[in-house]
């Protein structure tokens, strides 16, 4: 059972910081680009962040970019999202995202979804 659990959001206050974290079970993590994506009341679902499963190559949207680090750890098939200089503008539930990349799996292109985590950025 393939599973991904974000945890990390919460209240912060203008110009504060978070890291969200993303556990990923049930799949080879390696095999997987990760993808932070984001949405906001009333609005899409966006992409913000992601990061490869070969190289570690990094893409950010252009409102974070500076602000927003994506990383992973192998060893604990865990991404991360640290998000600094918060504004209320990036108030969101924030997804983590998980597409296999590799070729030679069985599974390549399958995509699964977390449920989720609250950041709200308000004074």
């Known amino acids: 059972q393939v599973e991904l659990m974000e945890s990390g959001g919460g209240l912060v206050q203008p110009g504060g910081s978070l890291r969200l974290s993303c556990v990923v079970s049930?799949?080879?993590?390696?095999?997987?680009?990760i993808n932070w994506y984001r949405q906001a009341p009333g609005k899409e679902r966006r992409l913000v962040a992601g990061?490869?499963?070969?190289?570690?190559?990094?893409n950010y949207a252009d409102s974070v970019k500076g602000r927003f680090t994506i990383s992973r750890d192998t060893a604990k098939n865990t991404a991360y999202l640290e998000m600094n200089s918060l504004k209320p503008e990036d108030t969101a539930i924030y997804y983590c995202?998980?597409?296999?990349?590799?070729?030679?799996?069985?599974?390549?292109?399958?995509?699964?979804w977390g449920q989720g985590t609250q950041v709200t950025v308000s004074s």
């Open positions: 049930g799949v080879t993590f390696n095999e997987y680009t």
């Open positions: 990061i490869t499963s070969i190289g570690g190559r990094t």
């Open positions: 995202n998980a597409v296999n990349a590799y070729m030679g799996s069985g599974t390549f292109g399958h995509e699964y």
